[in-house]
């Protein structure tokens, strides 16, 4: 009977996180995009893990963060888009053993600041960038010389059949931007390695990294960041500025004055201009210097059907 009861309960809980046919551009930076078949708001492991034991396999599922890396195309996404809150807010500190355990749904900004309440030294650089922790270490995401791989010590996934597994940091494979953790895998927590600082270095440090973005970036836009990834040997926007692109537009997309790697949805902009404009700069970058610019930006879901 107990067992009933938390199956309903579940149940219950379910029909409000569920959403039909949901207009997911909202939860994204770009604000553009089309919906997704099915939106799921899970607010805790035992009912993301319900969920994805009742979810036929052949239903495609897609994890969003705060959407800040993310162009949803215009077609939307067909399948289930998951989205992680409640329990996955958490942080906890582990003193015993001196790591940081993090929820995936904790914003990086969050996370930053509770570092700086509790003099714990080397999250500052996560003050800019506005993801949350399991996209980011999904991303492998950094700036000024650090990225969140620095830190980590193992994640905690759950799989397409709701089953957990712990991965150590060696098998994570972290590269630029990247990592090797399989898209059916649903990041939700990651534990990291705790170095006491003092308060006042934290705050400084805070200070001069949101200080100098403000001045190089266009942080307060919609924009999904650097739209694409620096090469071994140049940055992406130094690519970028020997075809003179900077104030490029197409449709309601541009690129920003400010940073030429920062496309911006300045007017109700459709992906298929952000999208195309990208690919407009690939082809003259191609076409001048002979590289090729790879998108850090995720492309996903279907486009529009004419
Ligand atoms: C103004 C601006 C500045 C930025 N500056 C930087 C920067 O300096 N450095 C940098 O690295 N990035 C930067 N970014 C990009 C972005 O903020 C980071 O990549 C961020 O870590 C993405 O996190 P998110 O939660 O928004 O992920 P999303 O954009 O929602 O998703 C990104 C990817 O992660 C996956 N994902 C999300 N959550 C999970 C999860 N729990 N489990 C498994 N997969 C998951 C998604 O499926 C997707 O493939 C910037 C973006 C903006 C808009």
Sequence with gaps: MKCLIKIFTLIKSFVK??????????NTWFGSGGKTSIFFEAQSIISLKFFLSL???????FTIGMGSN?????????GVTIKLKGDFNKIIIDKSNNVLKVGSGVKNIDLAKFCEVNN????EFLIGIPGSVGGSVKMNAGCFKQ???DLITKITVIDRLGKIHTINKEKINFSYRKTEIPNQHIIIDSTFNMQKKSKTLIKNKMKSISLKRKTVQPTNTRTGGSTFKNTKSFKAWELIEKINFRGKSLGGAKISKLHPNFIINYNNAKSLDIEVLGEEIVEEVRKKTGIRLEWEIKRVGNFEKI
């Excluded at 996180?17 to 909202?26: E, G, R």
């Excluded at 979810?55 to 599922?61: K, Y």
């Design 17 to 26: 996180s569920i959403k039909i046919n949901y207009p997911i551009a909202k």
């Design 55 to 61: 979810l036929p396999i052949n239903i495609p599922i």
């Design 70 to 78: 993310i162009l949803i195309r215009d077609g939307g996404i067909r």
């Design 120 to 123: 714990i030294g080397g999250f």
């Design 147 to 149: 990225s969140i791989s």
